[in-house]
């Protein structure tokens, strides 16, 4: 028999005389109107917490107003004249008295500090012209030149040129180590200057390495845990869990007090007569020192997904493929194994990002060569740079996003497994 349907009964109504098709969809929408404001404080808090602060740093990325806002002439003369166009009298006289301007607002240090993020030493030149610009007089290219010299650099035009606009990409070129030639076209920097990529590559590489020796370390101990009884698992759990009962800064610390070249490690080994004090290994301020102590510190966090995933997969599984033949090895290899690799993937990918964006463990341990992108970010925070620090920190986010569309292309997101 057919399914009966609304559609095929227009005159079915509910009990008091409304049409049942119309009282189905009000009772829906009304459903739909209380889950939402069910989670609207969620939603709330993730919009003021998460989102908002992602969309501010996004937009302080490319955005900086230090020197259109207070070099109003000279902005309209780069807005008014193409890349390219020499500088003549009537752009020197539109920067003189910008500057004049400046010295009785006394925002020249604000403008020199903004044109030295893609100049470097520049500040200067603004803030010891600026103190003189009252005495400039025309014409006034001479005079400026007469104060200093490098008022005539094709480099110092052109970079003025890129701040003369609010918005700008120069930040996301610093974040790469590329710049703007003085043709306006876009070159790497030279040797010496780069240090972002080389950051970038050193975080990511720790990171890798980090990712696969807590996989090494916490593949065992998880699949002790799943084939142990609940009881024995179940207190052998508080061992996994407690790190996250102790302050971050503590265990980073006691990793100094355990690896200094006179700590616990190396005189027991010289002790024992493995080392001598003058063979004493370097583990901590480096990158050796970085890669244990956050080995250590994210464990838990591989060992948990795994352990989710092992502990439903039946031992008769194996058992079974071992009946038929299998050697332990192969058993494991074909049979346990790719049941585990949602748990993996998931480890994986936890354990990369919180390295990734670790800031404490690196600055406490890591000394100069075991320093990560975050230790830069914060470092041009705390300087004032925060729109070459935001500019980092898109640049990461958005390589964390490239990560996560790569697991959900290998291994599907509905498959993440996170304890």
């Known amino acids: 028999m057919a399914d009966i349907t609304t559609s095929d009964t227009p005159g079915l109504t509910t009990a008091d005389g409304r049409p049942l ?34 969309g501010q740093m ?35 006289a539109a920067l003189a008295a910008d ?10 240090g604000e403008i020199g500090t903004r044109i030295n993020y893609d100049l470097p030493g520049t500040r200067s030149l603004f803030t010891s012209t600026a103190r003189n610009a009252d005495r400039l007089v025309a014409p006034y290219k001479d005079s400026m030149l007469a104060v200093n010299a490098q008022w005539d650099d094709a480099r110092l035009w052109e970079t003025m040129r890129g701040a003369s606009s609010a918005i700008t990409p120069n930040f996301y070129l610093s974040a790469l180590d590329l710049q703007r030639a003085p043709d306006g076209s876009i070159e790497r920097v030279p040797p010496e200057n780069r240090v972002y990529l080389m950051l970038f590559e050193r975080t990511f590489l720790l990171s890798a390495i980090i990712m696969g020796l807590t996989l090494i370390l916490g593949y065992p101990v998880a699949h002790l845990l799943a084939v142990l009884p609940l009881r024995t698992s179940n207190l052998l759990m508080i061992l996994v869990l407690l790190p996250f009962w102790t302050s971050l800064l503590v265990r980073t610390t006691s ?17 024992t007569g493995i080392l001598t004090d003058e ?13 244990i102590a956050m080995t250590h510190i994210l464990l838990p966090f591989m060992i948990l997904p795994l352990y989710s995933v092992m502990r439903p997969i039946p031992p008769s599984y194996v058992r079974a493929a071992r009946s038929l033949g299998a050697s332990s090895w192969c058993a494991f290899r074909r049979i346990y194994f790719p049941q585990t690799i949602p748990g993996i993937a998931a480890g994986a990918l936890l354990v990369f ?12 341990v890591g000394g100069a060569s075991g320093q990560l992108i975050s230790n830069l970010i914060a470092f041009h925070m705390a300087k004032s740079n925060w729109s070459l620090a935001a500019a980092i920190a898109a640049i990461l986010l958005a390589a964390v ?19």
Do not use: C
């Open 58 to 92: 996004l937009f302080r990325s490319v955005h900086h107003d230090g020197f259109s806002s207070n070099m109003p002439a000279l902005s309209a003369w780069f807005s008014e004249n193409p890349r390219g166009t020499v500088p003549g009298e009537p752009a020197f």
């Open 401 to 419: 996003l490239v990560l996560y569309w790569l697991y959900d292309r290998l291994i599907g997101i509905d498959n993440l497994k996170l304890g």
């Open 279 to 291: 063979t004493r290994i370097q583990m901590i301020y480096n990158q050796a020192g970085t890669i």
């Open 353 to 364: 990002i919180l390295a990734v964006g670790y800031y404490i463990t690196p600055a406490l």
């Open 99 to 108: 500057l004049d301007q400046a010295r009785i607002n006394k925002s020249a």
């Open 21 to 54: 098709k119309s009282a189905l969809a009000h009772a829906q929408a009304r459903a739909k109107r209380r889950a939402f404001f069910l989670v609207l404080p969620l939603l709330a808090f993730v919009l003021i917490t998460f989102v908002l602060p992602i």
């Open 255 to 271: 990793w100094i007090v355990l690896l200094q070249s006179q700590g616990v490690v190396n005189s027991t080994l010289v002790a």
